[in-house]
């Protein structure tokens, strides 16, 4: 979508007559249905004047196109400036313009990450080389115009109010890569962005493609099919399995006649490689030139599905991450817009309320915004109050849109090394359901060890990281996690304490949202909303005083006051049974992510002892077994 569009003659008009803001104002509420802010305003107001000087002084053609906040399709994302025309060989070119009214910056040890104050606070933000870099390669990567039409692309960084400091920490070295790839333009620089546009587009015959770019259809491009089937290919981390197979191909199946619309549910637990088979799908799907988009509730679960399919090229990261959104951003999104929607972790989907959602119901988003969409669930992850993502849920809503339900069941257990008795185990011990299984479970392919400190579980996980293991530290949600304004961005913080074992660790630093694959994620504990979905060979779990058993009344309850998670218990203050159920699926939840093994402590003494007798029987009955064989 194009809130203002006009060739350069005419932005050069508005602007002498001073009505180039209200235009592109009423343009915005007209487009966009609402008010844009005032902040918004000010920023077209300051910035629309440097820019229609640098359009008159590079002397364009008067046919140039110029397109102000253009709305990339399919995200919340607006590019501030772009320019149309041919060059002096009759290529046809677009050149995108990100604009900043930043007068100075700080350099940060992250890519393409800087600090800059905006809003009054300093902030972590990506260097605006690379935004107006990201914007330009999906465009090329998503509309079929930019591909069938030939058209060339650019793009550049223009921060008017910038004067350069010496040395510059815009321009340090770690920043050189991107600068190369999208040039970065100061105050100073004017004439040099003058010749760059001039270069690139001063040719003019800009105005159709303006009506090209609008109109361009999103689906991938063959060099964005070719580039992520061939991070897939050799990755053993998706490989898929037996009954995985079979479901990727039910999906594919369901996929290939998107005239009619389809509710796919895949059901599974932990371990059942839900997202082994929604990442392939992710690529099936676009091999078929699909538009199609991996949607995941939580933000770290989707950083380390990239990083885990881009670690053979680190340098393509953006292209793969573009595929991926969060849930949250569907609410206003034009019916069947998408072709296919995967929804990984659909059991953490939100209704109405929900932190920083606009919508009413994610489910129902999703659905009308796609004709095919693919739901993976487990109705035993649900861990809020606020998560709504249940199977009837999801086919209540289908049915209400037309959508005919496809329903698949993955049984097999692929996590826990095939241990499926392990977590029926889990399931009888913390009472969360009734299962037929939960003697035993070949322990030469699973480990589970209960230990009486939390050293010791830290101990044996540092040592799996040392013999080239993946192993992490996680905890419930029982101690509060100090806000990065008081001097906790990023772990600094040892907020898990034990005292009575003179234990302390950071919870997972805010600013490391690749915590369950960076190096340094070992001396941090993450908590269920950074790991869920996620899995590791081996995991070191601390429970918390947030779940306690009484012995009187052989009963696991969860403890309002010591659970810290604000969203996770409000409105239950007076309903400890429906509490109590979410935090004992946050406790599978974290049990379940090893593959290999787990090592758990329990802060509760009664719970701790408890589960003692209860593991107590588990070797016994192994002690026997070992017996009888010989």
């Known amino acids: 979508m194009i809130i203002y569009s006009s060739s350069a003659r005419e932005f ?38 440097f820019m229609e000087r640098v359009i008159r002084n590079s002397k364009i053609a008067d046919d140039c196109g110029i397109l102000i906040e253009y709305n990339i399709p399919a995200t919340s994302k607006r590019v501030d400036f772009i320019v149309t025309g041919q060059d002096e060989y009759g290529n046809n070119n677009f050149i995108i313009v990100e604009l900043k009214q930043w007068d100075s910056a700080k350099a940060t040890d992250r890519e393409d990450v800087v600090l800059a104050c905006v809003g009054g606070k300093e902030r972590e933000m990506t260097h605006p080389s690379y935004q107006a870099w990201s914007y330009r390669q999906y465009l090329e990567d998503m509309n079929e115009a930019v591909q069938s039409h030939q058209l060339r692309s650019y793009s550049c960084a223009y921060l008017h109010n910038y004067r350069t400091p010496q040395p510059d920490p815009l321009q340090s070295k770690q920043y050189q890569p991107i600068i190369q790839k999208s040039p970065l333009f100061l105050s100073e620089d004017t004439f040099k962005l003058q010749e760059f546009i001039r270069k690139h587009t001063g040719q003019g015959n800009g105005i159709n493609l303006l009506y090209l770019i609008e109109n361009g259809k999103i689906r991938p491009s063959k060099k964005l099919i070719d580039h992520i089937d061939g991070l897939f290919k050799g990755n053993a981390e998706f490989t898929l399995l037996d009954e995985q197979k079979i479901a990727y191909e039910s999906i594919l199946s369901a996929a290939k006649d998107i005239a009619k619309k389809k509710t796919v549910i895949v059901k599974g637990g932990p371990g059942t490689g839900k997202s082994v088979i929604s990442m392939n799908a992710l690529g099936g799907l676009l091999k078929h030139k699909l538009n199609v988009k991996f949607v995941a509730p939580n933000a770290s679960f989707r950083s380390a599905m990239v990083e885990t399919l881009v670690k053979q090229q680190p340098k393509n990261k953006t292209r793969a991450r573009n595929l991926f959104v969060g849930s949250g951003q569907f609410f206003d999104s034009p019916s069947d817009f998408f072709d296919v929607l ?268 408890y589960l003692k007798a209860q593991w107590g029987r588990i070797l016994m009955m192994d002690a026997q077994s070992e017996t009888q064989s010989i």
């Open 342 to 609: 995967i929804v990984d972790e659909a059991h953490r989907l939100k209704g109405k309320g929900a932190y920083m959602y606009q919508g009413e119901n994610q489910i129902e988003d999703i659905i009308k915004a796609s004709k095919v969409n693919v739901f993976f669930i487990d109705d035993f992850q649900r861990i809020r109050p606020d998560d709504i993502g249940t199977v009837e849920e999801i086919k209540r809503i289908a049915r209400l849109n037309g959508s005919e339900v496809l329903e698949y069941a993955l049984s097999a257990q692929f996590r826990c090394s095939g241990a499926e008795g392990f977590l029926n185990w889990i399931d009888h011990i913390f009472q969360i359901r009734e299962t037929g299984n939960f003697n035993g479970w070949d322990q030469d392919v699973f480990q589970f060890v209960l230990m009486d400190s939390p050293h010791t579980v830290y101990d044996h996980i540092k040592e799996k990281v040392h013999e080239g293991c993946k192993a992490r530290m996680l905890a419930g949600y029982a101690w509060n996690w100090t806000d990065a304004k008081n001097g906790n961005p990023n772990g600094e913080i040892e907020d898990v304490d034990i005292p009575e074992h003179q234990f302390k660790m950071p919870w997972n630093g805010r600013a490391l949202s690749t915590w369950a694959i960076d190096e340094r994620g070992v001396e941090q504990i993450g908590c269920v909303h950074t790991s869920q979905g996620l899995e590791f060979d081996y995991v070191g779990v601390i429970i918390g005083n947030d779940l306690k058993y009484d012995p009187s009344e052989k009963r696991i309850y969860a403890d309002y006051e010591e659970y810290k998670d604000k969203l996770g218990k409000k409105g239950l203050k007076n309903d400890n049974q429906q509490l109590t159920k979410l935090i004992k699926n946050i406790y599978k939840v974290l049990i379940s992510r090893g593959m290999k093994g787990c090592f758990l402590y329990c802060r509760n003494p009664e719970l701790q002892a």
């Open 12 to 49: 050069r008009e508005k602007v002498d007559s001073n009505l180039l803001t209200v235009t592109i104002e009423e343009a915005f509420v007209k487009k966009m249905g609402k008010q844009p802010s005032s902040g918004e305003i000010r920023a077209w107001n300051n910035s629309m004047q």
